[in-house]
């Protein structure tokens, strides 16, 4: 028996105006007091006769902003969740990133921390549609984040888009698809606005 983990952190630079998820823009967070909590919250939740005995198999980092979080917290709590549960050998372990917060040095240590799925925010190639969803990105850091994320050996890449965003056209959508497409991941999220 096994089980699925999701991890929400809630904290973003800024809130885009179409987001209903629980999140908050802040300049600052308590990162290390909420990677305590959550490693607290998991501990005690293992023990509930619902969760003993079985070990996770995936995780989900998703937010908000997790890769706002410093790589040494998202491996706290990934060894947290091994030591109180176990973790399947084969388990993928995804964390939510926006193309705008992460360098290489943050995908590298990522990856070193157990994480081995990315899935980063793109929404738009076009700068206009990036405006309008209030994305802090640009359809460059998009293409410079998941060639990074390939070169810190992420085999697994996952990128967003956003589709019927008002005064979008087909030819729009296209592009979006093919752009990401170009970007090599081995999976792509399409939402409709």
């Known amino acids: 028996m096994s089980f699925s983990l999701y991890v929400h952190i809630p904290w973003c630079q800024s809130k885009c105006p179409y987001c209903d998820f629980n999140s908050h823009a802040a300049a600052s ?3 290390a007091d909420y990677t305590r909590a959550l490693i607290s919250e998991l501990e005690y ?8 005995g079985q070990r996770i198999r995936t995780i989900f980092f998703g937010g908000g902003t997790p890769s706002l979080f410093d790589p040494k917290s998202i491996g706290q709590i990934i060894e947290a969740a091994s030591r109180v549960c176990g973790i399947e050998d084969d388990a993928e372990i995804t964390l939510e990133a926006n193309p705008g917060t992460v360098d290489l040095a943050k995908l590298v240590g ?17 700068a206009a549609t990036l405006k309008f969803l209030g994305r802090i990105h640009s359809a ?27 005064g979008q056209t087909v030819a729009d959508v296209m592009f979006d698809i093919e752009s990401v497409a170009a970007l090599e991941p081995d999976h792509i999220s399409a939402y409709n606005l």
């Open 29 to 31: 967070w308590p990162e």
């Open 45 to 52: 939740r293992a023990r509930a006769p619902s969760y003993s």
């Open 110 to 126: 990522m990856r070193a921390a157990g994480v081995n799925r990315i899935s980063f925010g793109a929404q738009s190639f076009n």
């Open 140 to 166: 460059d850091e998009t293409r410079a984040a998941a060639k990074m994320a390939h070169r810190a050996g992420f085999e697994r890449l996952n990128l967003d888009l956003i589709f019927a965003v008002p």
